[in-house]
């Protein structure tokens, strides 16, 4: 063997590999490190750090290092708002003269302005930028960054004036979107919270006139307030919501509270450390004068008959957040103190989502960043002391006010901000930082919404919290005290609280396995009369698996085929054969069609029940088989049959009983191959409502009707694109070859031929549009059949929308419950889908109402209502 290395190479040493890592080495410019020091800043001690920060800034002279500067601000402003009021005072003492104490008169160039301004000025821009976007969270901060500076006399009175009228001027748009003007008026109000001051200081009226308007809008949109309070009263509209505060009504609130005392309590509510400071001499700034930009309204110009989709916004609708404590544990929102701590902390939580480790602990931190008091001392800290001082309305739990707020973040109706799995994650993660002080927080929220059930909480927040209380108890061991619950067991099977014990059960055998989940219950929920445990564990149900059942032999023939990886025209066959066996050999009426076709079914789910994989491969090796199962038999290429279709959709029901999850996944696979259309599983769903209506199911398939069109409509834009630019090339490129032509003599352009992939896609659009119409129809038409009936002996969707027998619910069935939960999921499907609705507003109210058209009865008022509500039409 040989050891010379080819190409006459040598073999490196080590000191080679040593200097070629020093020469690419990374070596930190200047602004990249003074970068990283503004955003850091005040992590230690923001006071002690000032000086030393202000100094670094002043030395770099090169007119470069202003944007970096700037640049650095509006990071640290829009992404660490907690940290405005230090960013404040840093740009004031970089306003002051630099070679000379502040307040001295020192010969300095007048034409020239001051560090500080310049890198005001520059900030200004990227401000501009983000108004340009709309992008409606970083324009707020950046107003928070403004008003400080307005009080640290920085900024003019006039000029921040001017600019929160441009916010409030958007709340007099006609026809102005909800989301479009609560961000508006949000920019407005927290804006005068800190600058109020200066502000009323310099023109009252104009102050006087902003909370005005502020509060006029939020006047005018109290219906949509009573469709999103997260505790249902469906017996009056009244916009007094319980256990739960909006965040504009908290707003203006504590505007109201603010501009009473002529703004004086500013101080004590935010941190302003520019204070201390001697007086600035300089004149002001002014801010340039803006236009809040018009929303973006995109039209791709797809020529169908149906209306263009549309995506839901989550904006739309007022944000109420859901109170678990009193106003001496955790703030009272309304307040000026209360809304400063929620706002922040609900800012932060928005912020970074991308990161809930770093967000568990800048929330853990919090207390630093504000007024000193604010919130009760950890134990064991120097600062808990038995005789220290204890402001009035203040030293609240800071574990209890973050955990509110993070749930009341996730408990917002229709869709909270971010996917429910962010918060979930999140309480984890304080959970693990600090179990000793977190955990009886998170205990006692428990306890309290637990409470809340059955006294209207809404049925999507009872939903979102079974979910959250089984992922965390998954987290930590499935440690519950569930003797507590024991005494509910006595409840009616379908009252709230038996309902969120099921489910809550249900998910963490998901997340676990049966045995387990059933030693960590007491006994009485371990009973079979309990019903809140499965009588056995998730699996599957083949009915044909006893050899005394009927159709044994022949489900077995089938079976054996499937196992034998058949082709499906050989399965096919088969089925005919046996069908025309039972046909000549089954006395009585028996619909042979429907026992084949749940031979079949079962079967197929039987051989694909041992994993999800080999549920994927079965689906798709037999797909054809399914297809003809669907059409009835008929022949390739047919519509398909409703009753076939039905059929498949019991049959898997029927086999996967004993696990509801995979009742929803094998609808999805069949909805995503096609096999039935999400109008069939909206069909099955309001025909098996005995146990309730299935909410996951029927969301499924409106997703899965909406989720096409969105797709659809996508794959036409960007065909469309395509076609237009080599469109645009061709004219180019002819215009190049004939620019000596007579410019009169101009050629004629063909017309605009459409490629057969854009004509094919235009159909598919059509035909989900279509499609998307008839899910919501059908859905539409479920719930009128559901709540309005005009059979006498069932009084119970008319029953649970009056207030006296509301108040005596304790006397409430299983009927009445499930009615009560059928009306609140009809509210929340009109709200959680209204800008779909609205699309076909005029087709759905006509076709699905007209059983109710012209009744001034009580429910179908009230149905009416809330459809005029979501749709936009009150």
């Not at 801010?287 to 797809?302: F, K, N, Q």
């Not at 000193?372 to 600062?383: C, D, M, V, W």
């Not at 009835?632 to 049959?641: D, E, F």
Request: glycine share 6%.
């Amino acid at each position: 063997m040989s050891y010379e290395r080819p190409y006459g190479g040598r073999r490196r040493r080590r000191d080679d590999y040593d200097n070629h890592d020093r020469r690419r080495e990374f070596v930190e410019t200047p602004e990249a490190r003074l970068k990283a020091t503004i955003i850091k800043f005040g992590e230690v001690d923001a006071e002690q750090e000032l000086p030393t920060l202000a100094s670094e800034i002043r030395k770099l002279q090169d007119p470069a290092t202003i944007p970096v500067v700037s640049e650095s601000l509006r990071l640290g402003v829009t992404e660490q708002p907690y940290k405005i009021p230090h960013y404040a005072t840093l740009l004031r003492i970089l306003c002051a003269p630099e070679n000379g104490a502040e307040g001295e008169n020192v010969s300095t160039d007048v034409e020239k302005p001051s560090l500080g301004r310049q890198i005001l000025d520059d900030f200004w821009k990227g401000f501009q930028a983000y108004l340009d976007k709309l992008a409606w969270r970083e324009a707020r901060l950046c107003i928070h960054f403004f008003a400080h500076l307005t009080e640290a006399k920085v900024i003019s009175p006039q000029s921040m004036l001017g600019l929160l009228q441009s916010f409030t001027a958007v709340l007099d748009e006609f026809g102005v979107s909800t989301g479009r003007a609560k961000r508006a008026a949000r920019c407005a109000a927290e804006g005068l919270m800190r600058a109020g001051q200066a502000l009323k200081d310099y023109s009252p009226a104009a102050v006087i006139e902003m909370i005005a308007s502020i509060q006029t809008y939020n006047e005018s949109v109290t219906g949509a307030k009573w469709l999103v309070q997260p505790v249902a009263k469906l017996y009056t509209q009244d916009a007094v919501a319980l256990h739960a505060d909006e965040i504009l009504d908290c707003a203006v609130a504590s505007l109201k509270v603010l501009e009473a005392s002529d703004f004086s309590e500013t101080s004590s509510v935010y941190l302003q450390p520019y204070g201390d400071l001697a007086l600035l001499t300089a004149t002001p700034f002014d801010l340039p004068a803006v236009l809040v930009p018009p929303e973006v309204i995109e039209l791709d110009g797809i020529s169908v008959d149906a209306t263009e989709d549309v995506v839901v916004k989550k904006e739309e609708w007022p944000e109420y957040l859901l109170r678990l404590f009193d106003n001496d544990v955790t703030p009272d929102p309304s307040t000026p103190a209360g809304y400063a701590v929620r706002a922040d902390l609900l800012d932060i939580v928005d912020i970074f989502e991308v990161n809930r480790k770093e967000c568990a602990r800048i929330l853990a931190e919090y207390p630093k960043w504000t007024v000193s008091g604010t919130f009760k001392p950890r134990p064991g800290t120097p600062a808990d002391v038995p005789d220290r001082d204890i402001f009035p309305g203040r030293d609240w739990q800071l574990e209890s006010t973050i955990i509110e707020t993070i749930l009341g973040a996730n408990f917002l109706l229709p869709e909270g901000a971010e996917k429910p799995v962010y918060y979930i994650a999140l309480i984890t993660e304080l959970c693990k930082l600090s179990p000793q002080t977190v955990g009886p927080a998170v205990g006692k929220s428990i306890r309290k919404l637990y409470s809340y059930l059955g006294d209207g909480l809404d049925v999507e927040i009872g939903r979102r919290f079974a979910e959250w209380f089984s992922v965390h108890m998954s987290n930590f061991g499935f440690q519950w005290v569930w003797k507590e619950w024991v005494p509910d067991i006595a409840l009616p099977v379908r009252h709230p609280k038996r309902v969120f014990i099921q489910r809550a059960l249900e998910l963490e055998i998901r997340l676990s396995y049966f045995d387990r989940i059933l030693k960590t219950l007491p006994e009485p929920f371990q009973e079979p009369s309990a019903q809140a445990m499965p009588d056995q564990q998730p699996g599957p149900e083949y009915d044909y698996d006893d050899p005394a059942s009927p159709h044994h032999d022949a489900a077995q023939s089938v079976l054996n085929q499937l196992r034998g990886r058949a082709k499906p025209e050989e399965v096919i066959s088969l089925l005919e054969s046996l069908k025309n066996t039972l046909v000549e050999t089954t006395d009585g009426d028996i619909n042979v069609d429907a026992v084949i076709r749940s031979i079949a079914v079962q079967s197929l789910l039987h051989i694909g029940s041992r994993s999800f994989s080999h549920f994927l491969n079965a689906i798709e090796r037999y797909i054809s088989l399914l297809r003809n199962l669907a059409s009835g038999g008929l022949a390739s290429g047919a519509a398909g049959s409703p009753e076939a279709k039905a059929d498949i959709l019991n049959v898997i029901s029927t086999f996967w009983r004993r696990n509801r999850q995979m009742v929803g996944i094998v609808f999805d696979k069949l909805m995503q191959y096609q096999i039935v259309d999400p109008t069939d599983v909206v069909a099955w769903v309001f025909a098996h409502r005995e146990a309730g209506l299935d909410w996951e199911v029927l969301k499924g398939a409106i997703d899965k009707a909406n989720g096409r069109v969105v797709v659809a409509r996508k794959r036409v834009a960007a065909l469309r694109k395509e076609e237009d630019d080599t469109r645009a090339r061709a004219n180019a490129s002819g215009g190049a070859d004939n620019m000596e032509v007579d410019a009169e003599a101009k050629p004629e352009e063909p017309p605009a031929i459409e490629s057969p992939q854009l004509v094919t896609a235009l159909k598919a659009f059509a035909s989900l549009t279509k499609e998307q119409k008839s899910t919501l129809s059908r859905v539409l038409d479920g719930f009128v059949s559901l709540l309005y009936t005009s059979a006498p002996e069932d009084i119970s969707a008319r029953k649970v929308v009056s207030e006296s027998d509301w108040e005596n619910r304790a006397s409430w069935n299983d009927d009445e419950w499930k009615a009560w939960q059928n009306w609140v999921w009809y509210k929340h499907f009109c709200r959680a889908y209204a800008p779909f609705l609205r699309s076909y507003v005029t087709t759905l109210s006509v076709v699905s109402f007209a059983p109710i058209e012209g009744s001034d009865d009580e429910v179908a008022l009230l149905m009416k209502k809330i459809w005029n509500l979501a749709t936009g039409q009150e």
